[in-house]
């Protein structure tokens, strides 16, 4: 085994022990039984409301990359931009232990119309950036608006509205000098970002009532952000699976919110992501014969 091979392996080992590790800690918090209740007695109308709501948010990210495409020259269809971004989550849901959803766009792209690597890469990483500043902003919005994060830091609650503040300041800073190439697409895939992030919020708000909950809503918001954002980090498998339920589980225990409710809501979001992802099985074929087709030019 070769010493990237080698590399991935051990950090997809990495992440499974911190999910297992995250997991059997939250297990330990909540009542198994109410937690199987919640989950076995989904309202399947508000379930139905909140995938299309999930997948409404994807479409939107996925216009916002293709944005970031064309920057570098690159202009996609935007259905195939589309059919890629799915196999795209196919390809970090469902083989997490092999190239990664942004690794195999920017090899595809690479190949089939020549695009530098290192454009591309740039692309995909400010695609990613530019997501986990919109839900960091929304996340210090909501918590302001909400207020129990803000009691909960005491003294240190000022460092929400710094947070609030510095985001998009420190975000157009980043662009203009270490991504320039970006610039002019700034304005339009920063509204798409938070467009996108607004969406997750509506489909949160949907599964929340799916699964019965009534109240607490913006800290239950505030906790599925921030449990975004750590999910993002590489320390955690693709979708979060483990990061997210302990983020969800713990933050749950300090704003005084059902923790079962927490932990079902973190599953659901699990399971309709992985759900979501499978749609990139109708394309595979199709992407994939685009790939063949690059490698004989």
């Given at each position: 085994m070769d010493k990237q091979k080698r590399k991935k392996w051990l950090k997809l080992a990495a992440q499974l022990v911190i999910a297992a590790v995250a997991i059997y800690f939250v297990i330990g918090e909540i009542d198994l039984?109410?937690?199987?209740n919640r989950l076995l007695?989904?309202?399947f109308g508000w379930l139905v409301l909140a995938i299309i709501a999930f997948n409404a948010s994807k479409f939107l990210a996925a216009f916002r990359l293709n944005h970031f495409f064309r920057a570098?020259?690159?202009?996609?269809?935007?259905?195939?931009?589309?059919?890629?971004?799915?196999?795209?989550?196919?390809y970090n849901q469902v083989f997490p232990g092999g190239i990664g959803g942004d690794g195999y766009k920017v090899y595809l792209l690479n190949k089939r119309y020549k695009t530098p690597l290192k454009g591309l890469i740039s692309a995909t990483l400010l695609d990613r950036i530019s997501g986990v500043?919109?839900?960091?902003?929304?996340?210090f919005l909501l918590a302001l608006i909400g207020g129990e994060a803000y009691g909960l830091l005491e003294g240190y609650g000022f460092l929400i509205w710094v947070g609030l503040i510095i985001a998009y300041p420190c975000y157009y800073v980043l662009v203009r000098f270490v991504f320039p190439t970006f610039k002019k697409v700034n304005h339009i895939t920063n509204l798409q970002s938070l467009g996108s992030q607004i969406l997750q919020v509506l489909c949160a708000y949907l599964m929340l009532k799916s699964l019965g909950v009534t109240d607490g809503y913006l800290d239950y918001f505030t906790l599925f952000l921030a449990s975004s954002v750590a999910a993002a980090f590489p320390i955690s498998l693709p979708g979060g699976l483990g990061v997210r339920e302990g983020v969800m589980v713990l933050g749950a225990d300090l704003f005084i919110l059902d923790q079962n409710a927490a932990m079902a809501f973190a599953s659901l979001f699990f399971l309709i992501t992985l759900f979501s992802s499978l749609i990139g099985?109708?394309?595979?074929?199709?992407?994939?014969?685009?790939?063949?087709k690059s490698k004989s030019i």
């Open positions: 039984e109410e937690y199987k007695g989904v309202k570098i020259q690159l202009h996609l269809d935007n259905r195939f931009n589309l059919k890629l971004y799915y196999v795209g989550m196919l500043v919109a839900l960091g902003f929304l996340a099985l109708i394309y595979l074929r199709q992407v994939k014969s685009v790939e063949a």
